[in-house]
Nanobody
C-alpha cells in the first residue's frame, strides 16, 4: 500500500504562483511514477503532469507546459508542483497519484493510489 497526500492549495490571483506538495508513504519502493491530475466541478479529471520516480523524466499536458514544473525529492518521498502564471481555467481540485505499473503515464486508470485532493482557486 502507498498513501499520498496533497497540500498547498489555496486562492491566488491570475498570473500568480502556487506550489503544491505531495507526500508519499507506505510501500513507496514500489512506486515507479507520480502524477498530478485535476478536476473542476462538472468536468472530468484531466492529466496535468507526471514524473518518473527513478529517472526524473517528465511529461506535461500542453495546457500547462511552460507554466508548471514538477519535481521530486526521492529521499523525502515528496513530489512538488510549482504552478506559475496561473489562469482562471487552472482552478480545480488537484490530485497527486502514484503508479506501480507505469512510470510517467498520462492515463488515470494506470495510477493505483490517489490523494484526497487540494483545492486551487485562481481569481480573475
Amino acid at each position: 500500500q502507498v498513501q499520498v497526500a496533497e497540500s498547498g492549495g489555496g486562492l491566488v490571483q491570475a498570473g500568480g504562483s502556487l506550489r503544491l506538495s505531495c507526500a508519499a508513504s507506505g510501500r513507496t519502493f514500489s512506486t515507479t511514477g507520480l502524477g498530478w491530475f485535476r478536476q473542476a466541478p462538472g468536468k472530468e479529471r484531466e492529466f496535468v503532469v507526471s514524473i518518473r520516480w527513478r529517472h526524473g523524466s517528465t511529461h506535461y499536458a500542453d495546457s500547462v507546459k511552460g507554466r508548471f514544473i514538477i519535481s521530486r525529492d526521492n529521499a523525502k518521498d515528496m513530489v512538488y508542483l510549482q504552478m506559475n502564471s496561473l489562469k482562471a481555467e487552472d482552478s480545480a481540485v488537484y490530485y497527486c497519484a502514484a503508479t506501480s505499473v507505469a512510470d510517467d503515464t498520462v492515463f488515470s486508470n494506470e495510477y493505483d493510489y490517489w490523494g484526497q485532493g487540494t483545492q486551487v482557486t485562481v481569481s480573475s
